[in-house]
């Protein structure tokens, strides 16, 4: 297992890696696996790419970030212009149905409402919008429009397709289904691996939600 200390080095030297951040605008504090980040920094798309850079980092458990957005004069945008940008966004977006999507943007934070067919459609909606200049924060709130489906025969899918694409076998994560909500609980070994089994259950027709309780193992 590693220390704090060690966990905190691997994370800075990670933030200095990832060409997304300013390692010097994040600072980074380590308990018992832990990791809180904090600073400014000038994008929400920056603020996400240091909170991945942490979960990268091998002994990370969780991560606090509490990195706040602060952009810069030059790239400021009325609430109006961000709508406009994030209109634009999810029309050139193929993979979501943008004409059932509606946002609300207040002191440059999105809200986005609405419906989609399938999980993946709602995280794909996100990522369009999570990039655009000017955006200090996102809340989804788009719901998942289901075909009722048994929960035995999606847990099926979903555990095939974690054989396919995870790094390693899944015979130690549980899936379990209702109502549409799929639950994911065990070990995996890295975070790349993590978001493969999360992957493999965004991907999977009759998903509403994904709770994931992954741990990643020392």
Do not use: C
Request: aromatic share 4%.
């Amino acid at each position: 297992m590693k220390s704090d200390a060690q966990i905190q080095q691997g994370v800075l030297q990670e933030l200095k890696w990832d060409t997304r951040v300013e390692e010097t605008d994040v600072g980074v504090e380590v308990d018992q696996g832990v990791v809180t980040l904090t600073g400014t920094v000038s994008s929400y798309a920056k603020r996400l790419a240091a909170e991945e850079a942490a979960h990268r980092v091998a002994g990370v458990l969780d991560v606090a970030n509490d990195v706040q957005v602060r952009v810069p004069g030059s790239w400021a945008r009325t609430d109006t212009d961000i709508a406009h940008a994030v209109r634009r966004a999810l029309e050139d977006d193929v993979e979501v149905p943008d004409e059932r999507i509606q946002s609300t943007v207040t002191g440059g934070v999105v809200t986005l409402a609405g419906s989609v067919d399938f999980w993946h459609q709602r995280v794909d909606a996100e990522r369009a919008v999570r990039q655009l200049a000017g955006v200090r924060g996102l809340t989804n709130q788009l719901s998942v429009s289901l075909t009722p489906r048994r929960a035995e025969e999606v847990r099926q899918e979903i555990e095939a397709a974690l054989e396919r694409r995870a790094e390693r076998t899944a015979e130690h994560i549980e899936v379990s289904v209702q109502d549409g909500t799929v639950t994911l609980t065990g070990p995996v070994h890295s975070w790349s691996e993590r978001q493969a089994v999360i992957g493999a259950a965004r991907f999977s027709p009759g998903v509403r939600a994904v709770n994931d309780r992954l741990r990643i193992a020392g």
